[in-house]
């Protein structure tokens, strides 16, 4: 059974940083792309990041470029997402998902077969 569980979320002010985890079980990096989705309340979902296993590629949405860093831990399955220089429009619940094709992009939602629970972020201003 694939399980995703997401941490390190919180409440921080404009300018901060967190560091959120993706830790998985019943997958292993190497089959899978691992990517971070956000979703506000009444929003879609939407792509944040991705780390393909299949080409090493990583994908940012532009609103994040420059401010999130996406990195892997092979020996620890887990994936991270540091979050720097956070914004009030940021504050969303963080969502990791696994594609089975482990390309991972273009990262969005019905492409991800496996999802977390998520954890929320909120940021103020």
């Known amino acids: 059974e694939v399980q995703l569980v997401e941490s390190g979320g919180g409440l921080v002010q404009a300018g901060g940083s967190l560091r959120l985890s993706c830790v998985a079980s019943?997958?292993?990096?190497?089959?899978?792309?691992i990517g971070w989705f956000r979703q506000a309340p009444g929003k879609e979902r939407g792509g944040v990041s991705c780390i393909s296993s299949k080409d090493g590629s990583i994908y940012y949405a532009d609103s994040v470029k420059g401010r999130f860093t996406i990195s892997s831990d092979n020996a620890k399955n887990t994936v991270y997402l540091q979050l720097n220089s956070l914004k009030p429009e940021d504050t969303d619940v963080y969502y990791c998902?696994?594609?089975?094709?482990?390309?991972?992009?273009?990262?969005?939602?019905?492409?991800?077969?496996?999802w977390g629970q998520g954890t929320q972020v909120t940021v103020s201003s």
């Open positions: 998902a696994a594609d089975i094709t482990a390309w991972g992009h273009p990262v969005i939602p019905n492409r991800y077969d496996y």
């Open positions: 019943g997958v292993t990096f190497d089959d899978y792309a």
